[in-house]
């Protein structure tokens, strides 16, 4: 591909689950008996090609089945930026857990962007075990089925890329087929880590959010992760409220949407 095109990257919150304790978040517990809350979040590159959403979240019923609160629909918040989800070009799903890929008859004209690995996975003999298939919902992989059969979904192995300047790549751990968003803005390389880390705790102290698929390969994802971005400051987790104290808000978009290069 030709040289990186600097883009712009956005996160836009839109659920919450305040009742989660420090001991949840990670595996082996946490000696602290603290509240340690859960954002949802939906992130936006800006670039000159055009926009790419990364993952589309879930509805308001979804919500009230997982006992979330859900503060609006995920494309409500994209509005905020000025984006209308009906002319979106490029939709990719970091993984298929219920939170990330909800919604995407929102996104109509988009590609769909997965790793291969996660369709198999997400379908395959691990979901025999309700332990591992309780993030998903059937009804989302039957969605993405769906997408794959009309011609709408592209498949990644591994390293894979959209646009110069955004590449995608398979970490594993989480689900097999948990795949990051790497990005080239004005700071550098910035990785949207979706759910390779939980929380900046998680990849800071080494440590595993509890729900995983192979703890060997998640901790081997915290390195990847390292070595995809220019700085650690730049490596974005995928459910931690620290993301809209730590980044400008958006202008217009207070509480909603910060910008994150
Ligand atoms: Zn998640």
């Known amino acids: 591909m030709s040289d990186p095109e600097v883009n712009e990257v956005y996160a836009v919150r839109f659920a919450h689950h305040a009742a989660r304790t420090r001991a949840e978040n990670f595996l082996g517990g946490d000696p602290h008996d603290a509240p340690m809350p859960f954002d949802y979040f939906v992130f936006v590159v800006r670039g000159p090609s055009g926009t790419v959403v990364v993952d589309t979240g879930f509805d308001a019923k979804v919500a009230a089945k997982r006992g979330r609160q859900h503060l609006r ?155 995809l971005a220019s700085a650690e400051t730049l490596v974005i987790p995928g459910h931690d409220p620290e993301i809209m104290a730590r980044f400008p808000t958006v202008k217009g978009a207070e509480g909603i949407a910060v910008r994150l290069d």
């Open 73 to 227: 629909c995920p494309t409500e918040g994209l509005r905020c930026l000025g984006i209308a989800p009906d002319a979106v070009d490029d939709v990719v799903l970091t993984h298929l857990h219920y939170d990330h890929c909800g919604n995407q008859h929102l996104f109509p004209r988009a590609r769909f962007h997965l790793q291969a690995a996660e369709m198999a996975y997400a379908t395959g003999p691990c979901m025999c075990h309700a332990v591992l298939r309780g993030g998903y919902d059937p009804d989302d992989i039957a969605a993405t089925v769906r997408k794959l059969f009309e011609g709408g979904l592209t498949y990644h192995d591994g390293d894979g890329a959209l646009r110069p300047g955004i590449t995608v790549h398979r970490v594993g751990g989480h689900t097999d087929g948990q795949q990051v968003v790497r990005v080239w803005t004005r700071q550098g390389w910035l990785v949207l880590a979706s759910d390779a880390t939980h929380f900046f705790e998680n990849f800071e102290r080494n440590l595993p959010f509890p729900w995983v698929y192979h703890v060997g390969a998640t901790l081997d994802g915290f390195r990847r992760l390292r070595s």
